[in-house]
């Protein structure tokens, strides 16, 4: 287990796609109110990297936008597993370290935890994509577990064409009310509406396919040796819970002996967020 100047873990923290370290502002306000530090990372091309071009403000210019070279394009998983494997074995000269992935940030989480076994205290994924027998997302989109994920249903937000911009591109400023509202229900269905606005106005509109199509799955001499914990979201409709137990499940099948500890919170896929004192009590009590 690392060593350093505090028994106390420090939660690194990974977001997941089109996103970025503002997300976990509220986790962060109770991890701290808990005595606990934080450190959340803006994976490459992400936070105030990312790329907001002329053409996706307002008025928007959709056609000039869909065409617009993507500065995410080049970004492979590899790319986001060297920036945290840094961050991590940086904060590890300080004490333990929690790393925390949500939705895609679990694939960069697992692929970490293959390479820095010795440096990773406890892994925790909420509702994110752990993969053990299929290597990443898209994989697994294609098997029944995610056959009622609302998120195949949310192609009006698409812009451009995937195979020559290089990236998955949403259009998160549409005013197209039905569009709008099939995202919430997908995303954040218990949120106000107000609530779920703010949100998404943190959202940036890229997302590499090389990130998403990577190959992130957990080994078991590596990845199995880290004690690892799930957080399930009971209410989520973007990764099915139906999804989320099969990923539990084949993680444990691969390392019986070190299976996960599964918590569960009635939330939808970005809900949690708006639970951050529960979500921090979970960690806190991880802590220990």
């Known amino acids: 287990m ?13 977001h997941g796609s089109c996103s970025n370290s503002f997300m976990w502002a509220p986790i962060q306000r109770e991890l701290t109110l808990l005595g606990h530090r934080s450190f959340a990372v803006d994976l490459p091309g992400h936070g105030f990297d990312a790329q907001y071009p002329v053409a996706y403000q307002a008025p928007q210019d959709l056609d ?21 494997v840094d961050i991590v074995r940086r904060v590890a000269e300080h004490g333990p370290v929690v790393l925390v992935g949500a939705s895609l940030g679990g694939l960069t989480t697992t692929a970490v ?25 898209m994989e697994y989109m294609a098997e ?15 812009v451009g064409n995937p195979a020559v911009i290089g990236v998955g591109r949403a259009n998160y400023r549409t005013a197209d009310p039905d ?40 080994q078991a001499d590596t990845w199995g040796t880290i004690a690892r914990s799930y957080i399930r979201l009971a209410d989520d409709r973007s990764i099915p819970v139906a999804m989320q137990d099969r990923l539990i499940a084949e993680a444990d099948e691969l390392t019986p002996e070190n299976p996960y500890d599964v918590h569960t919170l009635d939330s939808s896929h970005t809900g949690f967020l ?13 802590a220990l």
Do not use: H
């Open 64 to 84: 000039a936008w869909a065409a617009e070279p993507s500065t995410l394009a080049g970004v492979t998983l590899r790319d986001n597993v060297d920036m945290v």
């Open 2 to 14: 690392p060593s350093g100047d505090d028994a106390r873990p420090t939660f690194v923290l990974v």
């Open 179 to 218: 569009l709008l509202a099939a995202l919430k229900a997908a995303t954040m269905a218990e949120a106000t509406d107000a609530e779920f606005m703010a949100f998404i106005n943190i959202l940036q509109p890229d997302e590499s396919l090389a990130v998403i199509g990577g190959e992130g799955r957990g």
């Open 274 to 286: 708006l639970q951050a004192p529960k979500v921090a009590g979970i960690l806190d009590g991880l």
């Open 144 to 158: 029944p577990e995610f056959a009622d994920s609302l998120l195949l249903g949310l192609g009006g937000f698409n």
């Open 113 to 137: 935890g293959n390479e820095i076994p010795g440096l990773i205290d406890r892994l925790v994924y909420i509702s994110a994509w752990s993969c053990v027998r299929r290597g990443n997302p």
